[in-house]
């Protein structure tokens, strides 16, 4: 790839300097703390984003496994989600001295969230989401920031209007998926539509949705001119994407992305983690997600992925895993 490397390094989110331009992005059931930490241990400056928190669940101390975070995870912004301001922003003081930043979920498209009125549902009612932002500012001294979508469905799209509406509530940065809700992550994320949000406000706006290398970060950099990007699904089963975006970034150079040997061996740290954080059986199961993202590709991938997502013992995942590495 050649491309003018003319594309700052560095973002302002409020009072914080973001020595990165790139996140990885919240995905509910994904970035735990085991996903963050190998996403930490390749870059050491992006924002690191959290799973979507509910605020009464929080309230009723339900999710105190999730808040679990390291040290090293600076920065990291904790997503909340629910659709009362007062539990908002209760939720944001409970989180404030964890933070760097707290962001609020407006842009979940699943159904069990937006039956609730929360997530994408905020896009319907933005009057609703207006009082939360002023709730969670008023709440924290921390910045705020609110990701959402274009809209409800193509007939609804209000993305300028809600960019707006955030902005003037006091979002210190807007972080927009290129899709509707309606979409779900089905088409193609519009990357233009996040260049007219960010023509309309003046405070960071932040682009999601269909980075999944090197290239396609760059080409949404120049066509949004956004001010930073978010990397969620693009980054399942490839940890080193987000420093490879930053690496470009600083010197103009695309690094090879990692061969399957390599991969294995995150995936065998990340199993570990998991099982250092949930118990041996329970990290195990909740990896299985992961295995598909990290051998995807390989000669069958398929085959490997139903072996390896059925077994339940440690010594045994490791056996298929060393196998794929040689032999892939």
């Known amino acids: 790839m050649i491309v003018e490397n003319n594309l700052k390094n560095k973002l302002q989110i409020g009072n914080v300097t973001l020595n990165s331009i790139v996140a990885v992005a919240p995905m509910a059931g994904i970035t735990d703390l085991a996903f963050r930490q190998i996403a930490r241990k390749f ?9 979507m928190l509910s605020s009464e669940a929080l309230k009723w101390k339900k999710e105190q496994d999730i808040i679990n975070s390291e040290e090293n995870e600076a920065p990291i912004a904790f997503q909340i989600s629910g659709h009362k301001p007062d539990f908002m922003a209760m939720a944001a003081e409970t989180l404030e001295e964890k933070a760097t930043i ?11 969230i937006v039956k609730n009125g929360d997530g994408s ?7 609703l989401a207006a009082e939360i932002v002023l709730a969670v500012k008023k709440a924290v001294k921390i910045p705020v920031t609110a990701k959402f979508r274009l809209g409800w469905d193509h007939n609804t799209k209000n993305y300028i209007e809600f960019a707006k509406l955030m902005e003037n509530s006091g979002a210190d940065a807007i972080i927009v998926h290129g899709r509707t809700k309606s979409q779900m992550y ?33 080409e949404c950099l120049k066509i949004s001119n956004c001010d ?13 994407l987000i420093s490879n975006i930053e690496h470009y970034l600083e010197t103009g150079i695309v690094l090879p992305e990692l061969t399957i040997s390599q991969k294995v061996e995150i995936l065998k740290k990340h199993l570990n983690k998991e099982i250092y954080y949930r118990g041996e059986l329970m990290g ?8 598909g993202w990290y051998i995807k590709g390989i000669r069958e991938a398929a085959k490997y992925r139903d072996k390896l997502i059925r077994l339940e013992n440690y010594d045994e995942i490791i056996s298929v895993l060393d196998g794929i590495a040689q032999n892939g």
């Not at 930073?228 to 080193?240: D, F, K, M, V, W």
């Not at 195990?284 to 295995?291: D, E, V």
């Open 121 to 127: 549902a905020l896009l319907q009612t933005p009057k």
């Open 228 to 240: 930073g990007i978010a990397i969620g699904r693009g980054s399942l089963g490839s940890p080193e």
């Open 284 to 291: 195990i199961k909740y990896t299985r997600k992961f295995f």
């Open 102 to 112: 707290i962001d609020i979920n407006m842009g979940c498209p699943a159904p069990k």
């Open 43 to 51: 870059s050491s400056n992006c924002l690191l984003m959290t799973e």
């Open 186 to 218: 089905t088409g193609k994320a519009d990357w233009q539509a996040i260049s007219e949000i960010k023509q309309a406000v003046k405070i960071p706006v932040i682009g999601n949705g269909d980075i999944d290398s090197v290239e396609k970060a760059i």
